[in-house]
């Protein structure tokens, strides 16, 4: 009790896969000489591997909004009509970077909580067939809920619009098959699933969105695809990048390469629902009980209590760092992260903690309640399993 380790429980920036933190000692490299363009080249076509994509895969020193910014800027023109899907915070964003550009955006709204439904995006089609884009989250961390991206790309797929899917907490946390789909733009970032630091930005570009970046007439410098498409084949970034970051992705890529994709999906999935069948067994309510994602579950604060005060908690009883609300959401829910290098003890500790801090601050619960349903569903789904098999 009075020794507190500091632990990153975020849904971004998420906790550091050590070895890539080591990895990051050796960036006094120069990033015009082979042997950082071996770095490189491994990182884009581990990239590839473990985003299930022929596509093209360009990077860039930024925050995943950078990529965001780049897919608008390089593939449309000023009054280019676009659906924005806006579920919550980040859903915002893809309408700010619109209207900053200039687009004629068709903005499908819905409460936080909620997502849009693909039959919202259909109808908005229907009604505007010479549509351009479609923007969406696969995963609005904001609420913790998760869009029908397949479902939603199928309806995109019919028309000559291209579907711009931002998953940056997406890759990692839920089934995202980019060719299978027809996902012709996905963009990712280096501090969620790929648990690294923040810094880093991807997006896979299919060919279809590649024939918009031969009309688009927006202006863009920094963030040019087409420059990164020809640097990244010759193993270099346009710019000065990032070097410690990226020796830092190799390192995390080769781990996700060895657990394998999918099983890093079903680890948050399983941490997910066992975190929303713990809250609800010490009676709190999840935000976004309809279309809950795998990357982060958001929980209503009890009644009369400031989420705030959990978030306060938290970090001044065990120095453990968890996520408010954002925008309208801040001190009404809290958010508890399951993407990257989370484990069930990352949970056990969590959920006890929050025992306390309930208790602690007039929500009675009786201890060891919400850690059960955590040891309920690790029981069911990785000991049951063993002892079978033995």
Not at 2 to 17: A, V
Not at 179 to 205: C, E, H, R, T, Y
Not at 229 to 238: D, R, Y
Not at 268 to 292: H, I, M, N, Y
């Amino acid at each position: 009790m009075y020794i507190k380790k500091q632990r990153l429980l975020t849904p971004g920036p998420t906790p550091l896969y050590p070895p890539a933190l080591h990895a990051m000692m050796a960036s006094d490299i120069h990033h015009r000489t082979e042997d950082f363009r071996k770095a490189y080249r491994s990182c884009l076509a581990d990239l590839k591997e473990v985003m299930g994509t022929a596509n093209d895969l360009l990077m860039f020193a930024s925050s995943g909004t950078g990529a965001m910014d780049a897919a608008v800027s390089n593939l449309f023109s000023k009054g280019d009509k676009v659906i924005v899907c806006v579920a919550g915070k980040f859903g915002e964003r893809w309408a700010e970077i619109a209207k900053a550009y200039g687009l004629d955006a068709h903005v499908l709204t819905v409460p936080y909580g909620q997502v849009v439904t693909p039959g919202q995006v259909e109808a908005a089609l229907a009604q505007e067939p010479a549509t351009k884009g479609v923007f969406v989250q696969a995963s609005e961390t904001s609420t913790g809920a998760a869009h029908d991206v397949r479902a939603m790309a199928a309806a995109v797929s019919r028309t000559g619009a291209i579907f711009v899917v931002d998953a940056i907490t997406g890759l990692g946390t839920m089934p995202l098959d980019i060719d299978g789909w027809g996902l012709d733009v996905v963009i990712g970032g280096s501090q969620k699933a790929f648990m690294i630091p923040p810094g880093l930005a991807f997006l896979s570009i299919g060919t279809k969105a590649w024939k918009f970046a031969e009309t688009a007439t927006l202006p863009h410098f920094y963030f040019n695809l087409k420059k990164e498409k020809k640097s990244g084949e010759a193993g270099e970034s346009s710019w000065t990048p990032s070097t410690a970051l990226i020796l830092a992705l190799a390192e995390a890529l080769r781990y996700v390469k060895q657990i394998g994709m999918d099983k890093l999906i079903e680890n948050a999935r399983l941490l997910a629902t066992a975190t929303r069948a713990a809250v609800q067994k010490l009676g709190l309510e999840l935000f976004s009980p309809g279309s809950p994602g795998s990357s982060v579950t958001a929980v209503r604060a009890p009644a009369g209590m400031d989420s705030g005060v959990i978030v306060k908690e938290f970090k001044s009883r065990f120095g453990a760092i968890i996520a408010n609300g954002q925008g309208s959401m801040k001190g009404q829910i809290f958010r508890i992260a399951h993407l990257g290098y989370f484990d069930f003890a990352d949970l056990f500790a969590m959920v006890a903690g929050l025992e306390i801090i309930l208790n602690a601050n007039g929500f009675p619960v009786k201890y060891g309640t919400g850690v059960a349903a955590v040891e309920e569903i690790y029981e069911r789904a990785a000991v049951a399993p063993q002892t079978v098999s033995a």
